[in-house]
């Protein structure tokens, strides 16, 4: 946990150089809402934000950016309990985890649960707050 990854890339030389790469970090954010609206508007929200970290140059993994449109395009379950597997095993690969302040966030129960198990990890946790757009 909490180790650098090391890539090798060609260079233009044709040898081969060692980057780091930048820390993974898991995106924790509440979607579950009974309202579509609400649904739709925090995975708007949250792609806004994931955008603007890989702009900062994070490397960002959004369980919400990933499943929101896998589950309404491939016809799969919105449910949390559907995709809390997943999301488990991905905060695992994750170094850090970041819990963007959404409206929500605290009562959210999946939220609530990667914060649980990152803190189980060992994990960082940062808090952040919702940009005002891009």
């Known amino acids: 946990m909490n180790t650098k990854v090391f890539v090798r890339v060609a260079d233009v030389n044709g040898g081969t150089k060692r980057i780091v ?6 995106l924790a954010s509440p979607y579950s809402d009974f309202d579509s609206r609400v649904r739709l508007a925090r995975f708007h929200a949250v792609v806004i934000e994931t955008a603007k970290m890989a702009r900062e140059g994070h490397l960002v993994f959004s369980p919400i950016c ?3 449109p896998v589950a309404t395009i491939g016809c799969l379950p919105l449910a949390f309990d559907y995709w809390q597997e997943w999301n488990r095993e991905m905060l695992r690969r ?3 985890l970041v819990v963007l302040k959404l409206d929500g966030w605290e009562e959210s129960q999946g939220v609530q649960g990667e914060i649980e198990m990152a803190k189980a990890l060992g994990m960082p946790i940062e808090y952040r707050e919702v940009s005002d757009g891009n």
């Open 21 to 26: 790469m930048p820390d993974l970090i898991y």
């Open 94 to 96: 994750c170094e850090k």
């Open 66 to 68: 990933h499943s929101h």
